[in-house]
């Protein structure tokens, strides 16, 4: 989204939250919670690490609870014409003979039994349930066609549909996303619906992501490998973990290990040395020849590793400006610009230059820092340069550097 606005796009973003599904009807009687309270409390938890990773709110967030009559709408338009069918037990089942073109996303069937669902009456084997009836133990909604609650295919469709479908063209929107894993069943069974009730495509472009590994293993709950992001916001940076998370182009699967990550974050870090040397003034334009340069990598199947390498050639670029000519006002303006973009566009570099360097530093030792720093500037006012020296230096003793600037004095982990 932020590389297409960069490129003039107008976009529309929307991140559907899934608030009903089997998973979550277990869980919700297992544990006697609402299933409100449940999904309510998964999604203020997840829009808040999404925010500490920097990740702008989506224009539409639509949740499937508040869709209900959307899907049962879709529902009745494949019965209507005749690619879904009603079984005896109440489930309705999608008809995938009855579409010519199914299987032509993933350019060919394949069989795989963990998302394959039996069921006695089915007229293929590849069909899928559309609306399932309730039961006990159920969560469900009113229908034409009984009592009951939407399949997991059936979602997307039906809120693409009522909140994004321009009505024009032949494709429902222009780009979908998801995970690798998500391709097939899941996101053929979506376009089928779609193409079946509405005469269009669901996507124009679709995008999917690569998989989660840990030190090169497979992540996974039952080899006691998977983390939480939670978790490891405990531990790093929001912005680190944000850098380290994109600088794998989105297809890849993507290796988290500890060295790796703080390879990633000295990476960052030269970003914002450069940042210090610019500390206490204010920006101006961007060169728009090197951020054209990114721009463009990034429009190339947002192709993050030269993006990187062209941002890496401007710090270095810029540090060489600096050491030639430190008090050129023209460039340094330039150069904070360059950052400013950077931020917009890729997210990062938008921290305080000298708050970066201060991560990790517990509230009682940075009150203790912050204090010595306070008796420091008496001593420098009060003409007592032994006992500020002598300040310093303690701090200095500490780990913490210190640097006197226009604006005061600043300090960061040595």
């Known amino acids: 989204a932020r590389t297409l606005r960069a490129a003039g796009f107008d976009v529309t973003f929307a991140r559907n939250i899934t608030d009903i599904d089997d998973k979550i009807i277990k869980k919700s009687f297992e544990t006697a919670t609402p299933i409100h309270d449940l999904t309510d409390f998964y999604t203020r938890n997840y829009r808040l690490e999404m925010k500490l990773l920097g990740i702008r709110d989506p224009d539409l967030e639509p949740k499937a609870t508040e869709n209900i009559d959307a899907m049962a709408e879709l529902v009745q338009t494949l019965l209507d014409k005749g690619h879904a069918y009603q079984m005896a037990n109440g489930d309705v089942y999608f008809d995938t003979a009855s579409d010519s073109a199914y299987g032509s996303l993933s350019g060919a069937m394949q069989e795989d039994k963990q998302h394959r669902v039996s069921a006695e009456g089915k007229k293929n084997e590849e069909d899928f349930v559309l609306w399932k009836a309730c039961k006990e133990q159920d969560v469900c909604f009113d229908s034409p066609f009984g009592t009951g609650r939407p399949g997991w295919h059936l979602e997307c469709s039906a809120m693409i549909h009522r909140h994004l479908a321009s009505g024009e063209g032949d494709y429902e929107i222009d780009i979908h996303a998801g995970g690798a894993d ?158 400013a973009w950077i931020e917009t566009v890729l997210g990062f570099g938008g921290d305080d230059a000298f708050a970066y360097f201060q991560h990790g530093v517990s509230a009682e030792m940075r009150a203790k820092i912050e204090a010595l720093i306070e008796e420091r500037s008496a001593a420098k006012a009060a003409k007592d340069y032994a006992k500020s020296d002598a300040i310093r230096d303690a701090i200095s003793a500490m780990g913490i550097s210190l640097m006197d600037t226009a604006n005061g004095v600043v300090w960061e982990m040595a």
């Open 182 to 339: 998500l391709f097939f069943p899941h996101h053929e069974n979506e376009t089928a619906q779609s193409r079946c009730a509405y005469n269009k495509n669901l996507a124009k472009y679709w995008m999917h992501n690569g998989f989660i590994t840990v030190n090169n293993t497979k992540m996974s709950k039952s080899l006691g490998n998977s983390f939480f992001l939670k978790d490891a916001l405990k531990v790093y940076p929001p912005e680190v973990l944000r850098f380290y998370l994109i600088s794998t182009h989105y297809r890849m699967d993507f290796n988290f290990s500890e060295e790796d990550l703080l390879a990633s974050k000295k990476r960052l870090d030269k970003l914002y040395r450069l940042k210090k040397r610019l500390y206490g003034m204010s920006g101006g334009d961007a060169d728009k020849a090197a951020t054209d340069e990114i721009l463009t990598a990034l429009c190339d199947d947002l192709n993050i590793s030269v993006a990187l390498a062209k941002i890496d050639a401007l710090i270095a670029s810029g540090n060489e400006l600096l050491d030639k000519d430190p008090k050129n006002k023209a460039a340094r303006k330039t150069l904070i610009g360059n950052l």
